[in-house]
C-alpha cells in the first residue's frame, strides 16, 4: 500500500517537472 501511494506521489511528481520542461520549450520556441 505504502509502495503503491509512493509510486503515485513519485509520478505526480515527475508530471510535473515534465509538464514544467515541455511549457517551458514551448515558450522558448515561441518567443525566439
Known amino acids: 500500500m505504502a509502495m ?3 509510486r503515485e506521489i513519485t509520478l ?3 508530471g510535473i517537472v515534465w509538464t514544467f ?3 517551458n520549450k ?3 520556441i ?3
Open 4 to 6: 503503491l501511494l509512493l
Open 26 to 28: 514551448v515558450s522558448k
Open 21 to 23: 520542461l515541455l511549457l
Open 12 to 14: 505526480d511528481r515527475f
Open 30 to 32: 515561441r518567443y525566439s
